[in-house]
């Protein structure tokens, strides 16, 4: 007897090829058959009229902390995530030490009231398990995290003590599973790492058998450089790449989109294992100070609170963005999405100019107050980036996809704020708009994106695939129906048309609802 059947199955196995019909026997968490099953099972799911694809892999996530504070995944598993790739952008949970294991451990606790019992990697897997979770979880190394253990957010170049500090650290998180390491060298303190550095580190990672992914120095205006930077460092260290969110950020820099597929292409044509991912949104989402020059950043989060506060400092950057950003319109393209004072959630959902407006302000000296009233702790939504464009990146063959978020809710302290819509709504959106709609993509290519590909990227054994021997984790969904709801203005809304969720062998999502199931768990590196 098997636990689970699915009967009347369309199944689209994760490989690109063709749907072919089959029912599925599960046991414990595999998949043992695929083909005409005429035993009984403890429960049959009657999949007449849907489609069966492997679980989708959300490979850029930022679910680290969310896992901690609701392990259900609600906004990831019910648009069909069952794995998740965590510590991107070079913010990763662990491993954490010195000055900014306690700036972490206050920011959460203040936040969240979460109790930040860990330390290291083994010690944040450890509480994970703990606990238990509703979807598969790796962890890539945050550079970002272990340079600001270890230097802090000043804006200068290891020591050599220091440098075998942070090979130390990173040694030691793939050694206890992590899959890799990621830099976000548009944020501090990584913005101020030479590429030395992160070759360096890179080559500890590859002993390992790891990746690097990362978040790209420039998006924009250094869109080529940041791309060649990128590459450098991953030939050198002789390492997998995988460059987050692909994107030309600002109209002025829309046009650089061939340029940019060229040398991608260039460099997978010259060996390099180089690939992208890219969520299916034309708005970013992150910290509203990153409208500011780096040296704004430098120190940390205490001496940008101090600089914030000074006139002089406040005029100098206002005449740095005048020059820099060129874009007269800019505050009219960014949306507050979320706080942490009670006195400034007025202002979420709001364009910086109006929320600038109502509190009588100028925008550029709303955006210093309320940073400074919220300790950094402010969310933005940046509308800057071209439906053309994103249309061309998702047909790549080497992008995968990846919503740059972490595991929400519509209730509790993960339902606070307007989360970026990419957070309920990606992968339905991919099917529903760019497949079934726009015909950008086949079906079939497209699951094979959300499965397979991203499970050969970030080496994940036995999943990705509709296979006899693989995990039962598995996606029931409507082709005709499934779609994203989320919007800008309304972002915590599942979507329609997911079924069924099955995780590791047990329903999590039945009907479109959560079933309260943790059957999850930590994929680690085979080291």
Known sequence: MFDIIIKNSTILDGSGKEGFAADIGISNDRIVKIGKIEESGRQVIDAKGLIVSPGFVDCHSHSDYYLIINPLAESKVRQGVTTEIGGNCGYSAAPLSGEALEERKNAYKKAYNLEHDWKDVKGYFNRLERQGTSLNFALLIGHNTVRASVIGGDSREPNKKEMSQMKEMVQQAMKEGAIGLSTGLAYGPACFAKKEELI??????????GIFTVHMRSEGKGLLEAIEESILIAKEAEIPLQISHLKTYGEENWGKLDSAFELIEKAKADGLDVTCDRYPYTAANTGLHNVFPNWVLDGGIKKEMERLKNKDVREKIKTGLQKIKGDKDIWDKIMISEVITEKNKIYEGKRVSEAAGIAKKEPIEFVF??????????????????????????????????????????????????????????????????????????????????????????????????????????????????????????????PAGIEYVIVNGRVTVEKGKHLGTKAGGIIKAET
Not at 200 to 209: A, F, I, N
Not at 453 to 462: G, Q, S
Request: glycine content about 8%; proline content about 4%.
């Open 369 to 494: 107050d309320i940073l400074v009233e919220d300790e950094i702790a402010v969310d933005a939504i940046f509308f800057k980036m071209s439906e053309e464009n994103l249309k061309r990146i998702l047909k790549k063959p080497y992008v995968i996809f990846g919503s740059d978020s972490g595991a929400r809710a519509d209730y509790g302290a993960l339902g606070r704020g307007r989360s970026h819509p990419r957070t309920f709504g990606t992968f339905p959106r991919v099917l529903g708009r760019y497949v079934r709609e726009e015909k950008i993509l086949a079906l079939p290519t497209a699951i094979k994106k959300m499965t397979s590909d991203a499970c050969r990227k970030f080496n994940i054994k036995e999943r990705g695939l509709i296979k006899e021997g693989y995990f039962a984790d598995i996606v029931i969904f409507n082709p005709d129906t499934i779609i994203d709801t989320a919007t800008y203005e309304d972002p915590h809304n599942y």
């Open 200 to 209: 360096q580190l890179c080559k500890e990672v590859r002993k390992y058998g």
